[in-house]
């Protein structure tokens, strides 16, 4: 199973670095398939600067990637992305091929953006909620929730809720055993929805 986490300069770097180490834990650890394949895309596939100055190589660019199963797309500072023709193009291409497609934090904006989310239920960070909804009307925008699954569309809230958010989609692609193994092989308190 190819999972895709698109990124950009100015990524915040817990929106990708974390569901990386989750499926990559995950992978780790499962006996059985469905093995995860975790990759970072970036639309030229050359070096990227994510939030603080940290330095990112994807190995993939919009040119050269495998098919996707899973497409994560990342929040952090996305205005310029917001503004980039070729890649709301490729988000809404990749999300159409895809078997899922994902969000963390702001990264609903890019997904929003490229026609990815019409009228689902969404969420993201919690200082961003109100701009979401004044943005894009037509989606019901969740407060207060960790990611909000709508079948083949799942988002999270801010930074830490992507972590919480890729458990999850590891106890939906695989089982909750292997969520609840690799939450507790990384060390982290899973975050669950009530």
């Known amino acids: 199973m190819n999972i895709a986490i698109y990124l950009y300069d100015n990524a915040e770097v817990l929106d990708f670095s974390g569901p990386f180490e989750v499926f990559s834990t995950a992978a780790r650890l499962a006996n059985a398939l ?3 394949n975790v990759f ?29 199963d899973l497409l994560i797309v990342v929040g952090g500072v996305h205005g310029n992305e917001m503004q980039k023709k070729r890649v709301l ?17 702001t990264g ?5 953006e490229a026609g990815v989310l019409k009228a689902q239920k969404v969420t993201t960070h919690w200082e961003d909620i109100a701009e ?23 988002t999270s809230a801010g930074i830490t809720a992507g972590i919480d958010m890729s458990l999850y989609l590891v106890s939906r692609l695989h089982s909750r ?14 975050q669950q929805n009530s």
Not at 108 to 112: G, N, Q, S
């Open 34 to 36: 469905p093995r995860f």
């Open 40 to 68: 970072l895309v970036g639309e030229s596939g050359g070096s990227l600067t994510a939030r603080g100055g940290y330095s990112v190589n994807p190995a993939y660019g919009f040119h050269n990637h495998p098919a996707i």
């Open 89 to 105: 193009d490729w988000i809404a291409l990749t999300a159409k091929q895809a078997r899922w497609v994902a969000s963390v934090c």
């Open 108 to 112: 609903a904006f890019l997904l929003a």
């Open 132 to 154: 979401l909804r004044a943005n894009y009307p037509q989606l019901q925008v969740c407060e207060a929730k960790r990611w909000v699954d709508e079948g083949d569309i799942i």
């Open 177 to 190: 055993e292997l969520a609840l193994r690799t939450a507790k092989q990384m060390d982290f308190e899973w």
